[in-house]
């Protein structure tokens, strides 16, 4: 990039791409979770991702541009590993505390994307897009605190599972045969 405008842009494309790939990823995380709770606020955040959406194009708009999309390799990369842990806590006292892991993984690329972005509109004078990309960032700055409240309750859960399964598994090992002298 040649310009702080067309670096930017890039960027705004990239989080497009992240947007449109995070809003197609919830649904599915919502539906691996276990906690009622987490559940809801996965799917509240769907809507706001859907929002998120169209002020990521209502920013393209504002500098007079066609809303584009560039992958996102950190996001694809993120919904993948979110994806495997899923699978991998299935079933098992974990899986809120790792879907919770997965999506703070996430939010936080965001929030450092967005920051970087409302700074940059800033120095390109453009108040629309100042105000669009900060009312985004306040949203995943909400997710992320959302996320971080739930997980003292899923955390709990997922040491409370681990520890019950120890316990199974050193009863198991610490039995000996019963002698009886004869």
């Known amino acids: 990039m040649t310009t702080l ?14 947007e449109n790939r995070i809003s197609k990823a919830l649904p599915k ?15 509240e955040h769907l ?14 708009a504002a500098f007079d541009e066609k809303a584009k999309s560039k992958e996102c390799k950190a996001t694809v990369g993120l919904l993948e590993e979110g994806d495997e842990i899923a699978k991998e806590n299935k079933d098992e006292p974990t899986v809120n505390a790792a879907i919770i892991s997965a999506c703070q993984k996430v939010e936080h690329y965001e929030i450092a994307s967005y920051g970087t972005l409302v700074e940059w509109a800033k120095l390109l004078d453009n108040d629309e897009a100042v105000s669009l990309l900060k009312e985004i960032l306040e949203e995943e700055k909400s997710a992320d605190e959302k996320l971080s409240e739930l997980s003292e309750a899923c955390n709990q859960e997922a040491l409370s599972g681990a520890d019950e399964n120890e316990d199974e598994e050193s009863a198991g090992k610490s039995k000996s045969p019963v002698k009886t002298g004869k």
């Open 5 to 18: 405008k067309g670096l930017f842009l890039d960027e705004l494309a990239d989080m497009h791409d992240a």
């Open 29 to 43: 995380l919502a539906q691996a979770a276990a906690s009622e709770e987490l559940k809801e606020a996965l799917l």
């Open 47 to 60: 809507e706001e991702t859907k929002g998120h959406i169209e002020k990521v194009k209502q920013v393209f």
